[in-house]
């Protein structure tokens, strides 16, 4: 299982952004599949979930991305997508997707499978 995140940079403080994530190895109806973010500097404190679709099809988002960021997917290029509106900038961090059975009190979140990370920096 692979999973590659793509599409950060630097964006204005009230700009959007939309990130990719292609999956390989798994479909995506057969695990969890989310979003999460770790701030630079908080390494210690591990990521924190941003959104996950779980496999009944139910979409959780954070409190501070609720009515900003929107998890969407498309099944026939395995890929899913975090579109980001009205970015601030403690939203700045390196952003993974991870698949697995989201957890969200357990270790790494329940994750199994997580790719390497893309850089979002919202600053003016």
Not at 12 to 17: E, I, N, V
Not at 62 to 79: C, P, Q, Y
Request: contains cysteine; glycine residues 12%; proline residues 4%.
């Amino acid at each position: 299982v692979q999973l590659q995140a793509s599409g950060g940079g630097l964006v204005q403080p009230g700009g959007s952004l939309t990130l990719s994530c292609e999956v390989s190895g798994v479909r995506l109806d057969d695990w969890d599949i989310g979003w999460f973010r770790q701030a630079p500097g908080k390494e210690s404190e591990g990521a924190s979930h941003v959104t996950t679709r779980t496999r009944d099809g139910s979409i959780k988002y954070a409190d501070s991305v609720k009515g900003r960021f929107t998890f969407a997917r498309d099944i026939a290029k395995n890929t899913v997508f975090l579109s980001m509106n009205n970015l601030m900038p403690e939203d700045t961090a390196t952003y993974f997707c991870a698949a697995g059975e989201y957890a969200p009190d357990g270790p790494f979140h329940g994750m199994d499978y997580w790719g390497k990370g893309t850089l979002v920096t919202v600053s003016s």
